[in-house]
Nanobody, 124 residues
C-alpha cells in the first residue's frame, strides 16, 4: 500500500502561482511513477502531469504545458506540481496518484493509488 497526502491548494487570483506537494509513504517511492490529475465540478477527472521514477521523463496536458512543472524528490518521498500563470479554468480538486511502474502514463485507470485531493480555486 501507498498513502498519498496532497497539500498546497488554496484560493488565488488569475496570474498567480501555487505549488502543490504530495507526500508518499508505505512503499519505496522511487519504484513508482507519479501523476497529477484534476477534477472540476460536473467534469471527469483529467490528466495534468506525470513523472517517471527518476524524474527523467515527464508528460503534460496541452492545457498546462509551459505553465505547470512536475518534479519529484525521492529522498523526501514527495512529488510537486509548480503551477504558474494560473487561470480560472484551472479551478479544480487536484489529485496525486501513484503507478506501480517506472514509467509515465496519462489515464486515471493506469494509476493504483490516489490521494484525497486538494482544492485549487482561481478567481478572475
Amino acid at each position: 500500500q501507498v498513502q498519498l497526502v496532497e497539500s498546497g491548494g488554496g484560493l488565488v487570483q488569475a496570474g498567480d502561482s501555487l505549488r502543490l506537494s504530495c507526500a508518499a509513504s508505505g512503499r519505496t517511492f522511487s519504484n513508482y511513477a507519479m501523476g497529477w490529475f484534476r477534477q472540476a465540478p460536473g467534469k471527469e477527472r483529467e490528466f495534468v502531469a506525470a513523472i517517471s521514477w527518476s524524474g527523467g521523463s515527464t508528460a503534460y496536458a496541452d492545457s498546462v504545458k509551459g505553465r505547470f512543472t512536475i518534479s519529484r524528490d525521492n529522498a523526501k518521498n514527495t512529488v510537486y506540481l509548480q503551477m504558474n500563470s494560473l487561470k480560472p479554468e484551472d479551478t479544480a480538486v487536484y489529485y496525486c496518484a501513484a503507478r506501480m511502474s517506472l514509467w509515465v502514463r496519462t489515464t486515471p485507470n493506469q494509476y493504483d493509488y490516489w490521494g484525497q485531493g486538494t482544492q485549487v480555486t482561481v478567481s478572475s
